[in-house]
């Protein structure tokens, strides 16, 4: 499959206005500064591939307005989303602890901007940014506990359920009620085929829940969207808010 390559974008890197990525906006004045000037925009289209499962990490990414899916992939070419990545994360997760591959693939799932930096450059930052370096062990600690709750979703719960739950986590990222999904994409999301996914979506339209046109889920309601989701999204939400409260303390 061929992937569409990032663009950088027009907005200067060092604009904090742009800044929308939460660990960023959480840094000391100090760490702001020096990480910021390091940084490019780029404009990142949909499935671009930015990181492969077993190969090196040449770029690291705080997005920013896009969402991206990390994929666990198989032998026979077929993949299932084990986590998300929005505005509140980071990829490159693997870096914090020396390694210097992928263990997993990460696609752009919704176009948008995030700030880029190569993996050399980061580390030297890294290595001089405390602050920094907490906040990114937090979040990788909070991307391994979503890992965990998604695998015992995948094991346990109705496909139904786990589209509805999926659909919540994308818009919680994108905050929009369109999500740009096409069934394609969201069986290989799921690790289902198309056809379930297809009758799925419909159960879910036909409630008034989404509206699914031309490539684009609508979500139209939300709470009645979390009654259908499985425990896991609520069970990762309010884990989530917990360690958010006990950082500040």
């Not at 909070?142 to 986590?169: D, G, P, T, Y």
């Not at 919680?172 to 690790?191: E, I, S």
Request: hydrophobic share 40%; net charge negative; proline share 3%.
């Amino acid at each position: 499959m061929e992937f569409p390559s990032a663009k950088p974008s027009d907005r200067h890197s060092g604009d904090r206005y742009a800044v929308q990525n939460e660990i960023l906006i959480q840094l000391p004045a100090n760490e702001s500064e020096v990480l910021l000037s390091k940084l490019t925009v780029v404009s990142l289209e949909l499935q671009l591939q930015l990181q492969e499962a077993g190969q090196p990490i040449n770029f690291c990414y705080f997005p920013n307005t896009c969402m991206v899916s990390i994929l666990t992939l198989m032998n026979d070419g077929k993949s299932i989303e084990v986590g998300l990545a929005g505005r509140e994360s980071f990829v490159g997760s693997p870096l914090l602890a020396g390694f210097r591959t992928s263990g997993n693939r990460a696609v752009v799932q919704a176009e948008g901007t995030a700030y880029r930096i190569d993996t050399e450059t980061f580390l030297k930052v890294l290595d001089g940014s405390p602050q920094l370096n907490r906040l990114l062990t937090r979040n990788a600690h909070k991307a391994a506990f979503q890992v965990s709750q998604i695998a015992a979703c995948n094991r346990l719960h109705e496909i139904e359920q786990r589209l509805a739950r999926w659909l919540l986590m994308t818009q919680d990222r994108v905050r929009t009620d369109v999500l740009p999904l096409t069934h394609d994409f969201l069986a290989q999301m799921l690790g289902v085929n198309r056809s379930t996914v297809t009758i799925c979506a419909g159960m879910l339209q036909e409630a008034g829940l989404i509206e699914y046109r031309r490539g684009k889920v609508h979500v139209l309601d939300r709470g009645r969207l979390e009654e259908a989701s499985c425990e896991c999204y609520e069970t990762m939400k309010q884990q989530l808010l917990t360690w958010d409260a006990e950082s500040i303390r």
